[in-house]
């Protein structure tokens, strides 16, 4: 017997929910590929990916083939064991990347805690209690921990939960001198985001990481690329400090890797891994089977020619055709991002706007993101499907001539 299945409806949400979420008024219930039905039956394009999770679109074959072989095998065993599915994803993160070692978990905020903690903690090894500062940028986003609040740099998030967390300096996103000046000799760790995602689809410039790179590397701090939104195919490398030429000491990846199931992971060298010892960190579901198998299937499609490439020409589609429509409709002139993660900044007239945006847009039957208030975000499907992108465009413009002429 299943469960039984009581009928919901958005209104539930009201009653039964904590009120930190304002979903909007329809209910999914299916997905397939880049289009989405609602309870009432109405299909809705999606250039939104679950906020940039879901990387090959919903419901993807080999993604749901993975998920049921691995659920007829083994759910769930723990970390006083390991298991097939976290031995495979492990080795293909080490090969694919810089790293040599991964620490797996289930949520971006979580792969960044564990980060810090490693930041701190190799510092406090190799050169005692005084070596303990990190320096984020104003505008970043690393979760919602408490740690990982405090080293984001919107205080909206940090404020009002009592005491601080102390060491954390913030510093403005691609302002080198800046962080120049904010670097020492006791500080642990550098934390970036190659592309700022909930910031504003703002991309670091190749000389600021570059620059990042050389300050950490004088002051024996790490640098730690914050790869949760970034990561996993979007900006059409595998990662983004692929696309830069700059490698982190530490990496977090999370979002796209589970492309819809929760994972994350920790990337980092054998020499720094080694200050994580048996004891000092750890999760219950961190290396679940069911996750890894998934995340595995997720690496073996995203990481060839075929998609990566398949991103960047996507990604040129979706930019000239946004350009041409802001132009049109006068709401924004700037379309900015990499890959399949890009923004179109509002222009100061229609500033603060951008949920006005996404209304319209779903009024047109499409999801699309904001990033800040002024800044309207997509992070479709890598693979999304040709007559979807114009589709979900000829609707996005409809929303914009709506807007415009209102
Ligand atoms: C979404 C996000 C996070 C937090 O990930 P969760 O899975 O929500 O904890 C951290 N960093 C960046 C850059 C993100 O975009």
Redesign the pocket.
Known sequence: MSAEHVSVARADFDQYLVPNYAPAAFVPVRGQGSRVWDQSGRELIDFAGG??VNVLGHCHPALVAALTEQAQQLWHISNVFTNEPTLRLARKLVEATFAERVFFC???????EAAFKLARRVAHDRYGEDKYEIIAAFN??????LF?VNV?GQPKYSDGFGPKISGITHVPYNDLEALKAAISEKTCAVVL?PI???GGVLPAERAYLEGARALCDQHNALLVF?????GMGRSGELFAYMHYGVTPDIL?S??SLGGGF?I?AMLTTSELAKHLAVGTHGTTYGGNPLACAVGEAVIDIVNTPQVLDGVKARSEQFRERLQAMGQRHGLFEEVRGLGLLLGAVLNPAWQGKAKQVLDAAVAEGLLVLQASPDVVRFAPSLVIEQADIDEGLARFERALARLSQA
């Open positions: 906020i940039a289930n949520s971006g905020a979580e792969a960044n970043s986003f690393h979760g919602r921990t990982t984001g985001e700022q995602g909930e914050d790869e949760v939104q970034s977090s999370a979002k929760p994350a």
